[in-house]
């Protein structure tokens, strides 16, 4: 069974405080992804990685970046958290190109607070 | 960006009743997949459709793709608890690559048992 494992299910941080938000998977992914997700607007993409130290920009990039040193393991960078950036925030992994359906598998979530 | 809407946005039903949720792009999609998230879990893939008109079904669900490849639904027959959820769909485009989805809003379905 693939596994997606982030770091906390639940995580309190203050405005202006550096966060990072880790994201493992076991099943060789080469494509990661990190989502946001509030009600009423679903899951929006902030960034995706297709191989080792590439990133690409999702929808909503601004205030977050992104670091893939290991294909395993991608990491979510809030520089200076901000209030508006309390949400669930969901990791997920696939394979590359066509293979299979190119399912995502996601992670349980990370509900980040910002006080 | 492409986007997909997704109505509706909440649905309540009694146990047993049908269930229909519909999502709609303004350009041609290469593919849509539905994911299922129960109540304070992650969301779960479904299914792919990926061919004009195409028609899959998994026991009660029933997912159609249209002809123009613009829209897409998921039908629960006789819907039972265990469908409680949101359901998502998401769609890929030609030029936004093979990787990228784009989640639509997602449907909310509670039931009355």
């Known amino acids: 069974d693939v596994k997606v494992t982030q770091s906390s299910r639940y995580l309190v941080k203050r405005t202006g405080e550096k966060v990072f938000l880790e994201c493992v998977q076991d099943?060789?992914?080469?494509?990661m992804f990190w989502y946001r997700q509030d009600p009423g607007l679903g899951l929006r993409l902030i960034y995706f990685?297709?191989?080792?130290?590439?990133?690409e920009k999702g929808d909503i990039p601004e205030g977050y970046s992104v670091s893939r040193e290991k294909k395993e393991r991608f990491s979510l960078i809030l520089e200076s958290a901000s209030t508006n950036q309390t949400s669930m925030y969901l990791c997920?992994?696939?394979?590359?190109?066509?293979?299979?359906?190119?399912?995502?598998?996601f992670g349980p979530g990370t509900r980040l607070t910002v006080l | 960006g492409q986007q997909v809407m997704q109505i509706p946005q909440y649905q309540h039903v009694q146990e047993g009743e049908d269930f229909t949720t519909y999502c709609n792009s303004s350009?041609?999609?290469?593919?849509i997949q539905w994911y299922k998230q129960r109540p304070g879990g992650h969301p779960v893939f479904l299914i792919q459709?990926?061919?004009?008109?195409e028609v899959k079904k998994q026991k009660r669900l029933t997912f159609q793709f249209g002809e123009a490849k613009k829209n897409s639904s998921l039908h629960i027959t006789a819907t039972q608890t265990t469908d409680v959820g949101t359901y998502f769909c998401?769609?890929?485009?030609?030029?936004?690559?093979?990787?990228?989805?784009?989640f639509g809003q997602g449907t909310r379905l509670t039931i009355n048992p």
């Open positions: 997920a992994s696939s394979f590359l190109g066509t293979k299979r359906d190119n399912e995502q598998f």
């Open positions: 099943m060789d992914h080469e494509n």
């Open positions: 990685s297709y191989d080792v130290k590439m990133k």
């Open positions: 350009t041609t999609l290469s593919n």
């Open positions: 459709l990926v061919k004009s008109g």
């Open positions: 998401a769609g890929r485009w030609e030029n936004q690559g093979a990787q990228k989805l784009v």
